[in-house]
Protein backbone atom coordinates (compact mmCIF):
# COMPACT_ATOMS: atom_id res chain seq x y z
CA UNK A 1 0.00 0.00 0.00
CA UNK A 2 0.61 3.36 -0.23
CA UNK A 3 2.69 5.40 2.58
CA UNK A 4 4.54 8.13 3.83
CA UNK A 5 6.58 8.08 6.62
CA UNK A 6 9.48 10.15 8.61
CA UNK A 7 12.34 8.55 10.06
CA UNK A 8 12.53 10.61 13.89
CA UNK A 9 9.14 12.25 15.82
CA UNK A 10 11.34 14.58 16.90
CA UNK A 11 14.22 16.46 16.08
CA UNK A 12 16.50 19.13 18.34
CA UNK A 13 18.78 21.25 16.76
CA UNK A 14 20.72 24.36 18.21
CA UNK A 15 19.97 27.63 16.89
CA UNK A 16 22.55 27.89 13.86
CA UNK A 17 22.81 24.46 12.69
CA UNK A 18 21.53 22.87 9.81
CA UNK A 19 18.65 20.55 10.38
CA UNK A 20 18.08 17.28 7.60
CA UNK A 21 14.52 15.91 8.75
CA UNK A 22 13.87 12.89 6.39
CA UNK A 23 10.56 10.84 4.84
CA UNK A 24 10.15 7.66 3.34
CA UNK A 25 7.68 7.07 0.79
CA UNK A 26 6.44 3.41 -0.47
CA UNK A 27 4.69 4.35 -3.93
CA UNK A 28 7.27 3.68 -6.41
CA UNK A 29 4.46 5.76 -8.91
CA UNK A 30 4.93 8.96 -7.01
CA UNK A 31 6.09 11.65 -9.17
CA UNK A 32 5.27 15.14 -7.02
CA UNK A 33 6.47 15.56 -3.35
CA UNK A 34 6.04 18.49 -1.28
CA UNK A 35 7.33 20.02 2.13
CA UNK A 36 5.09 21.92 4.30
CA UNK A 37 5.92 23.55 7.65
CA UNK A 38 2.79 23.70 10.18
CA UNK A 39 3.16 25.91 13.35
CA UNK A 40 0.61 24.90 16.32
CA UNK A 41 -2.87 26.25 15.63
CA UNK A 42 -2.37 26.74 12.12
CA UNK A 43 -2.82 25.19 8.54
CA UNK A 44 0.12 23.91 6.84
CA UNK A 45 2.69 26.35 4.85
CA UNK A 46 4.19 25.23 1.58
CA UNK A 47 7.67 25.29 2.07
CA UNK A 48 9.15 23.72 -1.32
CA UNK A 49 8.52 20.95 -3.57
CA UNK A 50 10.31 18.79 -6.28
CA UNK A 51 9.45 16.95 -9.35
CA UNK A 52 10.81 12.88 -9.71
CA UNK A 53 12.44 13.90 -12.53
CA UNK A 54 14.60 15.68 -10.38
CA UNK A 55 17.03 15.16 -7.66
CA UNK A 56 17.22 18.30 -5.70
CA UNK A 57 15.89 21.56 -5.36
CA UNK A 58 16.98 24.46 -3.74
CA UNK A 59 15.37 27.49 -1.88
CA UNK A 60 15.94 30.13 0.84
CA UNK A 61 17.99 28.35 3.32
CA UNK A 62 16.16 25.21 2.47
CA UNK A 63 16.86 22.22 0.10
CA UNK A 64 15.17 19.26 -1.24
CA UNK A 65 16.75 16.01 -2.03
CA UNK A 66 15.07 13.19 -3.83
CA UNK A 67 16.50 9.42 -4.03
CA UNK A 68 14.09 7.88 -6.14
CA UNK A 69 16.10 4.46 -6.16
CA UNK A 70 15.24 3.87 -2.11
CA UNK A 71 12.28 6.11 -2.20
CA UNK A 72 13.61 8.84 0.09
CA UNK A 73 13.46 12.01 0.28
CA UNK A 74 14.61 14.76 2.75
CA UNK A 75 13.90 18.56 3.84
CA UNK A 76 18.02 20.50 4.58
CA UNK A 77 17.34 23.64 6.70
CA UNK A 78 20.73 25.93 6.77
CA UNK A 79 21.10 27.74 9.85
CA UNK A 80 18.70 26.68 11.58
CA UNK A 81 16.72 29.72 13.64
CA UNK A 82 13.71 30.01 16.31
CA UNK A 83 11.35 30.39 13.49
CA UNK A 84 11.64 27.50 11.61
CA UNK A 85 10.52 25.09 15.15
CA UNK A 86 7.45 23.75 13.73
CA UNK A 87 5.89 20.06 12.55
CA UNK A 88 7.18 19.83 8.81
CA UNK A 89 5.54 17.51 7.09
CA UNK A 90 6.13 15.53 3.61
CA UNK A 91 3.58 14.43 0.86
CA UNK A 92 3.81 12.70 -2.13
CA UNK A 93 1.12 12.10 -4.62
CA UNK A 94 1.24 9.77 -8.14
CA UNK A 95 0.10 11.74 -11.30
CA UNK A 96 -2.55 8.55 -11.69
CA UNK A 97 -3.52 9.96 -8.23
CA UNK A 98 -4.41 13.63 -8.88
CA UNK A 99 -5.74 15.54 -6.35
CA UNK A 100 -4.72 12.92 -3.33
CA UNK A 101 -1.91 14.07 -1.64
CA UNK A 102 -0.77 11.61 1.02
CA UNK A 103 0.51 12.91 4.25
CA UNK A 104 3.27 11.59 6.47
CA UNK A 105 2.83 11.95 10.13
CA UNK A 106 5.33 14.74 10.66
CA UNK A 107 8.42 15.41 12.33
CA UNK A 108 8.52 18.40 15.03
CA UNK A 109 11.53 20.32 15.13
CA UNK A 110 12.55 21.55 17.92
CA UNK A 111 15.88 24.73 17.94
CA UNK A 112 17.32 25.51 21.01
CA UNK A 113 18.53 28.78 21.22
CA UNK B 1 -3.38 31.96 4.86
CA UNK B 2 -3.42 32.19 0.71
CA UNK B 3 -6.42 33.32 0.08
CA UNK B 4 -8.23 30.82 1.57
CA UNK B 5 -10.85 31.55 4.76
CA UNK B 6 -11.78 29.17 7.05
CA UNK B 7 -14.47 29.86 9.57
CA UNK B 8 -15.13 29.73 12.46
CA UNK B 9 -11.78 29.14 14.25
CA UNK B 10 -13.16 27.32 16.97
CA UNK B 11 -16.39 25.28 16.59
CA UNK B 12 -18.11 23.10 19.59
CA UNK B 13 -20.60 20.51 18.62
CA UNK B 14 -23.50 18.91 20.59
CA UNK B 15 -24.44 15.21 20.69
CA UNK B 16 -26.68 14.45 17.31
CA UNK B 17 -26.00 17.75 16.08
CA UNK B 18 -24.68 18.46 12.41
CA UNK B 19 -22.14 21.50 12.03
CA UNK B 20 -20.91 22.95 8.89
CA UNK B 21 -17.43 24.30 8.61
CA UNK B 22 -16.89 26.62 5.91
CA UNK B 23 -14.07 27.62 3.48
CA UNK B 24 -14.02 29.94 0.67
CA UNK B 25 -11.12 30.91 -1.39
CA UNK B 26 -10.54 33.89 -3.55
CA UNK B 27 -7.44 32.18 -5.69
CA UNK B 28 -9.63 31.21 -8.62
CA UNK B 29 -8.72 27.01 -7.80
CA UNK B 30 -10.81 24.47 -9.47
CA UNK B 31 -9.71 22.10 -6.73
CA UNK B 32 -10.53 21.86 -3.06
CA UNK B 33 -9.99 19.88 -0.31
CA UNK B 34 -10.81 19.04 3.19
CA UNK B 35 -8.61 17.11 5.52
CA UNK B 36 -8.94 15.75 9.09
CA UNK B 37 -6.14 16.40 11.80
CA UNK B 38 -5.94 15.03 15.24
CA UNK B 39 -3.40 15.71 17.64
CA UNK B 40 -0.09 14.34 16.93
CA UNK B 41 -1.14 12.75 13.83
CA UNK B 42 -0.93 13.35 9.99
CA UNK B 43 -3.79 14.97 7.46
CA UNK B 44 -5.99 12.88 6.30
CA UNK B 45 -8.12 13.51 3.36
CA UNK B 46 -12.30 13.25 3.92
CA UNK B 47 -13.39 14.88 0.73
CA UNK B 48 -12.10 16.52 -2.07
CA UNK B 49 -13.84 18.19 -5.06
CA UNK B 50 -12.24 18.75 -8.90
CA UNK B 51 -14.63 20.88 -10.16
CA UNK B 52 -17.92 22.51 -9.27
CA UNK B 53 -20.98 20.09 -8.91
CA UNK B 54 -18.59 17.14 -8.54
CA UNK B 55 -16.69 15.64 -5.41
CA UNK B 56 -14.91 12.36 -4.26
CA UNK B 57 -14.60 10.80 -1.00
CA UNK B 58 -11.27 10.47 0.52
CA UNK B 59 -10.00 8.04 3.13
CA UNK B 60 -12.34 9.05 5.70
CA UNK B 61 -15.64 10.32 4.39
CA UNK B 62 -18.00 8.21 7.04
CA UNK B 63 -20.44 10.97 8.69
CA UNK B 64 -19.19 13.85 6.32
CA UNK B 65 -20.70 15.26 3.48
CA UNK B 66 -19.94 18.09 1.60
CA UNK B 67 -21.21 20.22 -1.44
CA UNK B 68 -19.56 22.28 -4.10
CA UNK B 69 -22.16 24.53 -5.92
CA UNK B 70 -19.66 27.63 -6.26
CA UNK B 71 -15.89 27.85 -7.08
CA UNK B 72 -14.96 29.37 -4.44
CA UNK B 73 -16.81 27.70 -1.58
CA UNK B 74 -16.58 24.13 -0.61
CA UNK B 75 -18.51 23.47 2.46
CA UNK B 76 -18.51 20.56 5.24
CA UNK B 77 -20.92 19.18 7.61
CA UNK B 78 -19.75 16.91 10.00
CA UNK B 79 -23.21 14.79 10.91
CA UNK B 80 -24.46 13.21 13.92
CA UNK B 81 -23.48 9.98 12.48
CA UNK B 82 -19.52 11.03 12.63
CA UNK B 83 -18.90 9.65 16.27
CA UNK B 84 -16.07 11.33 16.96
CA UNK B 85 -15.72 14.67 15.60
CA UNK B 86 -13.06 15.96 17.78
CA UNK B 87 -10.12 17.37 15.11
CA UNK B 88 -8.41 19.93 13.61
CA UNK B 89 -10.18 20.57 10.58
CA UNK B 90 -8.06 22.26 7.23
CA UNK B 91 -9.33 23.40 4.08
CA UNK B 92 -7.10 23.51 1.25
CA UNK B 93 -7.21 24.30 -2.68
CA UNK B 94 -5.31 23.68 -5.60
CA UNK B 95 -5.15 24.80 -9.76
CA UNK B 96 -4.33 21.32 -11.25
CA UNK B 97 -2.52 22.35 -14.46
CA UNK B 98 -1.95 20.04 -17.55
CA UNK B 99 -2.63 16.95 -15.78
CA UNK B 100 0.32 17.68 -13.37
CA UNK B 101 -0.55 18.12 -9.97
CA UNK B 102 0.32 21.38 -8.00
CA UNK B 103 0.54 22.64 -4.45
CA UNK B 104 -1.64 22.63 -1.92
CA UNK B 105 -2.99 25.93 -0.20
CA UNK B 106 -4.23 25.78 3.11
CA UNK B 107 -6.24 27.90 5.18
CA UNK B 108 -5.79 28.18 9.05
CA UNK B 109 -7.97 25.34 10.37
CA UNK B 110 -10.97 24.90 12.10
CA UNK B 111 -10.67 23.31 15.66
CA UNK B 112 -13.99 21.02 16.71
CA UNK B 113 -14.76 20.12 19.68
CA UNK B 114 -17.66 18.04 21.50
CA UNK B 115 -19.34 19.93 24.02
Known amino acids: GESVGLHLPTLSVQEGDNSIINCAYSNSASDYFIWYKQESGKGPQFIID?????DKRQGQRVTVLLNKTVKHLSLQIAATQPGDSAVYFC????????????FGQGTTLQVKP | DGGITQSPKYLFRKEGQNVTLSCEQN?????MYWYRQDPGQGLRLIYYSQIVNDFQKGDIAEGYSVSREKKESFPLTVTSAQKNPTAFYLC??????????????FGSGTQLSVL
Open chain 2, 27 to 31: LNHDA
Open chain 1, 91 to 102: AEIAASNTGKLI
Open chain 1, 50 to 54: IRSNM
Open chain 2, 92 to 105: ASANPRRGQNEKLF
